[in-house]
């Protein structure tokens, strides 16, 4: 009589042997999928920002090319482009030296 109960639940259920391959495949797949969305949308975006920001040297070129209407402030931005940075780091030195020369 087991036997008999036995082979009437194989022939029943078949599938249920099989049932727990298919649905982790298509897990697996779906999620490959929304993994390989969510790389190419973080990749436009990227770009896009990329492609959107000047970099620094637009960015100074434009500072450049901007017209002052005020004429106290082109004076003073004619000013700052007239001053020599050079040789700040020795004059910052030379005062270094005159500070600790007057504190001794």
């Given amino acids: 009589m087991e036997n008999q109960n036995n082979s009437r639940t194989e022939t029943e259920n078949p599938i249920k042997k099989d049932s727990g391959v298919g649905p982790i495949i298509g897990s697996v797949i779906i999620i490959i999928l929304i993994i390989l969305g969510g790389l190419y949308f973080w990749s436009y975006t990227i770009n896009k920002q990329k492609s959107e920001t ?5 960015k100074v070129e ?3 090319s901007f017209e002052i209407a005020d004429p106290e402030l ?3 931005n004619n000013e700052l482009n007239a ?3 050079d040789n700040i780091d020795t004059e910052l030195n030379q005062i270094d030296a005159e500070i600790d020369a007057a504190i001794e």
């Fill in 54 to 58: 000047p970099n620094q040297e637009q």
């Fill in 62 to 64: 434009q500072v450049n």
């Fill in 74 to 76: 082109a004076q003073i």
């Fill in 83 to 85: 001053t020599s940075t």
